[in-house]
């Protein structure tokens, strides 16, 4: 082979957003007349990682994808201009296919050394296949996703690129070829097929208990069902829940990756996930059916997006909000080998529209909480962090967002079967005192018990999906000039009763490295006639490919137990309707309905 210095001219368009480059299967084969799009988006990706490390080309990078459609074309490419420059080790998992926090994992403890960078290609919830999503992103070398400094400066050199390094005259590599083959690239470059599945496994038998765990699996009236959607994390499920825990095949639904996700929507929501959340006993809005025959629901339901890191948690006849969720698992610490070795988490945090069920239980637990801005790479160096918690080597922590993202510092991804692990380990330790042929104690008298204790927030997201980006960004040139530059005192409150009392903007300095970062979110703050307290967010999608979504979060108290058992749209309706006519959402939109609402 020869390597070849191959003429280009910068393309546009290639910021990361929230979580990597996401563009239209068409953009990235080129077929919109960008020839060399994959080319310069790596080239410009490796000349930022090797300018960050001094100068050096990375010596060892991983390659692996969610299977999504065009995921193996990716990969040959991608290879190829990673030998041009001279990259040393390139592991690619035999199939290609890797979930995200598998990914992670691979990169921290890889046997033989630890890699430099993974190159992940996924557009994680978005749908996969011809007219859809495909993306790239990269995880450095904790695993972490890239901060902004780093990806800022891969759009500034893709808009200077001139020329990519690639290689001429090698054949294509076979992805399905055994675990330990290698192909010599070039003299400096080889690829090596590694075993996609063996450091994340480890990782997981590292948080929690598998012995006891694949014992609990056997109990009677204990089931699990979980949704694969078709994405990256089903076989790694198959993994877990079938060899490690001796479940049996008929809880796996949609565990076999494919590159259009089935053609469904890969994103484990009670919108995209509707079969399972059936299957658990709830109706659309995650209130439970009152026909369901709790005894006979599957105890634990289950469901992850196309990339693996997301998780969805139901329990019979109970839908666990991600928010909620969170607070639970940081409350239920003892039921976690990871947190419970070492007397519980050291440390917690949420992204900013992440509802406030975490805070009250870091407060009571007396942890330390931080709010960052939304998309994991913010978690990353508060987790690493030793310096902000107690200097001891073990500081576990843990984080999430409402986006159905949860995980630890096990890695540095969220981690769609970590959460259902968690979850099965909070169940089992709930029945530990139960006697076999007694009823079990299901997730929903977990949940009460939790909000009985702390209060409720009820949380909802409405999303206005494909609204065309002007009227998008005059909603929220609106929240900034009349409410957060403006005068709110002269806004009365409407026939509701629910009054605005404050609006604010959030920016975020990361209190490792003094990093900041603005405009994060659009936040009102609403009082009931009641005097509960309520808060409504506004940002707009950095994971889309066309046009723009807007996010409304919304979220309100709810302190007396009598009040806690309504669906969560009902409850936050009225709050909806007059933080639309607010924003006047209808008039600049033109959508007098969000696309979804979880
Ligand atoms: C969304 C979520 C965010 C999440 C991000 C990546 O971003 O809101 O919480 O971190 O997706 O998740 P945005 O900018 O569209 O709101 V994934 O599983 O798509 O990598
Ligand atoms: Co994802």
Known sequence: TTVADVPTTPIQGMKPGTSGLRKKVEVWQGKEGDKY?????????????????????????????????????????????????????????????????????????????????????????????????????????????????????????????????????????????????????????????????????????GCFDFEALSKFAKRPGFSLLFDGMHGAGGPFARKVFLEELGLPESCLLRCDPRPDFGKCHPDPNLAYAADLVKKMGLAADGSADPSADIAALPALGAANDGDGDRNLIAGAGCFVTPSDSLALICDNWRAIPHFSKSGGPKGVARSMPSSGALDVVAEALDIPFFSTPTGWKFFGNLMSSKELFDKTDYTPFLCGEESFGTGSDHIREKDGLWAVLAWMSILMKANEDVAEGEPLVQVRDIVNEHWAKYGRHYYCRYD???????????????????????????????????????????????????????????????????????????????????????????????????????????????????????????????????????
């Open 464 to 598: 206005y999906e494909g609204v065309e980006s002007d009227a998008a960004n005059k909603v929220m040139d609106l929240i900034r000039e009349e409410f957060v530059d403006g005068d709110i005192s002269t806004i009365l409150a409407d026939e509701s009763g629910i009054k605005l009392t404050a609006a604010e903007e959030f920016a975020y300095t990361d209190p490792v490295d003094g990093s900041q970062t603005s405009k994060q979110g659009l936040t009102l703050s609403f009082e009931y006639p009641s005097g509960d307290p309520a808060r409504v967010v506004y940002r707009l999608s950095g994971t889309g490919s066309a046009g723009a979504t807007i996010r409304m979060y919304l979220e309100k108290f709810e302190g007396d137990k009598a009040k806690h058992d309504q669906s969560a749209p009902t409850a936050l309706k009225s709050l909806a309707d007059r933080a639309l006519q607010l924003v006047k959402m209808e008039e600049l939109t033109g959508r007098d309905s969000p696309t979804v609402i979880t």
């Open 37 to 205: 799009y994959v080319e310069n988006f790596i080239q410009s990706l490796l000349d930022t990682a090797t300018e960050k490390n001094e100068g050096n080309v990375p010596e060892t990078i991983i390659v692996a994808g969610d299977g999504r459609y065009y995921n193996d074309e990716a990969i040959q490419i991608i290879c190829k201009v990673l030998a041009g420059n001279g990259v040393s080790n390139i592991w690619i998992p035999q199939g290609g296919i890797m979930s995200t926090p598998a990914v992670s994992s691979a990169i921290r403890t890889r046997e033989g050394g630890i890699a430099d960078g993974a190159i992940i290609l996924t557009a994680s919830h978005n749908p996969g296949g011809p007219g859809e999503d495909f993306g790239i992103k990269y995880n450095e070398a904790f695993g972490q996703p890239a901060g902004e400094d780093f990806t800022d400066k891969l759009y500034e050199k893709s808009l200077e690129i001139s020329s990519f390094k690639t290689i001429e005259g090698a054949s294509d590599i076979d992805l399905n070829a055994p675990e330990g083959t290698t192909y010599q690239l070039t003299d400096a470059s080889t690829v090596t097929i590694i075993d996609p599945f063996k450091e994340y496994i480890d990782v997981l038998k």
